[in-house]
């Protein structure tokens, strides 16, 4: 059986997603949890409902975690890779959405500003996931 080359980059990105999956969880149910009172407080220039964000945020966490776990389990699994690969490819589309709902939801500089480092802080860890599945697919 041949070892997976992927396998190390699959396991630690699997467990960080696995930990800021579960905080990322938390933190979108209390805020969903918060949501209609920062929608009367805190009205949002663009329009969009604080619920619409955490709601969307709440989905992207859960896919995190489902990732994080799928990464640990089929670490060794070679023909497993090209899935992996796809999640990978799949959450890099969830930070880029989720960043320009940031942008629309936090008006001014500073939201702006905060939705650009998210998103470039935000695709390093689905691309060293992809180069973990890659390193697997071509072991193939």
């Not at 041949?2 to 999956?21: D, H």
């Not at 929608?39 to 966490?61: E, K």
């Not at 859960?62 to 799949?90: C, H, T, V, W």
């Not at 500089?109 to 860890?125: C, D, E, R």
């Amino acid at each position: 059986m041949t070892q997976a080359p992927g396998r190390k980059f699959l396991l630690v990105t699997g467990i960080l997603y696995v930990i800021f999956g579960g905080i990322a969880i938390f933190t979108s149910a209390s805020g969903i949890a918060s949501a209609s009172f920062w929608d009367l407080v805190l009205p949002t220039a663009s329009g969009m409902s604080w619920n619409l964000y955490y709601s969307f945020t709440l989905i992207a966490a859960l896919f995190q975690l489902l990732i994080g776990i799928m990464g640990i389990i089929n670490r060794d699994k070679l023909e497993k890779a090209s899935l992996l690969r796809i999640f990978g490819f799949a959450d890099i589309g969830f930070v880029v959405v989720a960043a320009i709902m940031g942008m629309l939801i936090f008006s001014g500089a500073l939201g702006g500003a905060t939705a650009f480092f998210s998103l470039g802080v935000g695709v390093v860890l689905p691309i060293l996931y992809i180069i973990g599945a890659q390193k697997n697919l071509a072991a193939q």
